[in-house]
């Protein structure tokens, strides 16, 4: 039997009792680690979202300041700049998720059409909590060690699978003392992000453990710099692990190459029933 599943946007409600969904990443960045300088140009990156929501991205994710381990800050003023164009034309047809970690940047993004705030901090700034609380979007709280001009360097943990879950439930918490709607928090346990390769993979394998209040998962381990540490490409591995991470419980799979992950997502599905 499945069991219910629901997300809370303030656009629609995602229920991922028997189906997850696939987030397409949209970064209007020079410096990504993937795609950086490829969707700088306005039309360029509506229309690359556009073909993502084509071929199955059901949330587009769109970021104006990298997170790559070693990453410099951009300022407010440069960050809105890069995003704001591309919600407000994405905004009228698809869900839109703003990956962001300043609170002025969410709201703004709110306000243009974002239906989602992805913060790689983990909802740890209360003004952001506090945006989340009263635009009535929904939000991931994702896990990160350090910041990510500093989280590669030597990660450690004496557990990691407890002291990641330790680190959601507090955020959890926190959201939830703050007056969100737990029907609006999902969870990613953020991997990549201040961890090792074997941290990484002890994730993958016990997903499951580290859900907090039967909320949805968020997973990205597309094109991760961890994958070159097993294998040497890092397309089709992200594909094999869309359908594992789908059947060892993930509810959205954040990735860049939509097509072939969301074709294995539905097959997954298929036979899972």
Request: net charge negative; glycine share 8%; proline share 5%.
């Given at each position: 039997?499945?069991?219910?599943?629901?997300?809370?946007?303030?656009?629609?409600?995602?229920?991922?009792?028997?189906?997850?969904?696939?987030?397409?990443?949209?970064?209007?960045?020079?410096?990504?680690?993937?795609?950086?300088?490829?969707?700088?140009?306005?039309?360029?990156?509506?229309?690359?979202?556009?073909?993502?929501?084509?071929?199955?991205?059901?949330?587009?994710?769109?970021?104006?300041?990298?997170?790559?381990?070693?990453?410099?800050?951009?300022?407010?003023?440069?960050?809105?700049?890069?995003?704001?164009?591309?919600?407000?034309?994405?905004?009228?047809?698809?869900?839109?998720?703003?990956?962001?970690?300043?609170?002025?940047?969410?709201?703004?993004?709110?306000?243009?059409?974002?239906?989602?705030?992805?913060?790689?901090?983990?909802?740890?700034?209360?003004?952001?909590?506090?945006?989340?609380?009263?635009?009535?979007?929904?939000?991931?709280?994702?896990?990160?060690?350090?910041?990510?001009?500093?989280?590669?360097?030597?990660?450690?943990?004496?557990?990691?699978?407890?002291?990641?879950?330790?680190?959601?439930?507090?955020?959890?918490?926190?959201?939830?003392?703050?007056?969100?709607?737990?029907?609006?928090?999902?969870?990613?346990?953020?991997?990549?992000?201040?961890?090792?390769?074997?941290?990484?993979?002890?994730?993958?394998?016990?997903?499951?453990?580290?859900?907090?209040g039967r909320r949805p998962l968020v997973v990205g381990v597309s094109r991760k710099s961890f994958l070159g540490g097993v294998v040497e490409?890092?397309?089709?591995?992200?594909?094999?692990?869309?359908?594992?991470?789908?059947?060892?419980?993930?509810?959205?799979?954040?990735?860049?190459?939509?097509?072939?992950?969301?074709?294995?997502?539905?097959?997954?599905?298929?036979?899972?029933?």
């Amino acid at each position: 039997m499945h069991r219910l599943v629901l997300w809370k946007t303030s656009h629609r409600t995602f229920d991922f009792t028997a189906h997850a969904a696939i987030m397409g990443v949209l970064n209007v960045t020079p410096d990504s680690f993937s795609d950086g300088g490829q969707w700088l140009d306005v039309d360029a990156a509506v229309a690359h979202a556009q073909a993502m929501a084509a071929d199955g991205a059901e949330i587009i994710d769109v970021g104006g300041e990298s997170t790559r381990p070693g990453a410099e800050p951009v300022s407010e003023v440069e960050e809105l700049r890069r995003v704001l164009p591309v919600i407000e034309r994405l905004a009228t047809e698809h869900v839109v998720s703003i990956d962001t970690m300043k609170p002025a940047v969410a709201r703004a993004a709110v306000a243009a059409g974002a239906a989602i705030i992805n913060d790689v901090t983990g909802l740890r700034d209360p003004a952001m909590r506090d945006v989340v609380r009263e635009t009535g979007v929904a939000a991931i709280a994702m896990h990160m060690q350090g910041e990510p001009r500093t989280m590669q360097r030597a990660p450690t943990y004496a557990d990691v699978m407890a002291e990641v879950r330790e680190s959601l439930r507090q955020a959890f918490d926190a959201c939830l003392a703050s007056g969100i709607d737990p029907m609006r928090l999902a969870l990613d346990p953020g991997i990549g992000f201040g961890k090792t390769l074997e941290h990484n993979l002890a994730l993958l394998r016990g997903l499951e453990s580290v859900r907090i209040g039967r909320r949805p998962l968020v997973v990205g381990v597309s094109r991760k710099s961890f994958l070159g540490g097993v294998v040497e490409d890092r397309a089709w591995p992200t594909v094999a692990l869309t359908s594992l991470l789908r059947e060892r419980g993930a509810q959205v799979l954040r990735v860049h190459d939509v097509k072939p992950n969301a074709q294995a997502l539905r097959m997954t599905e298929a036979i899972l029933g």
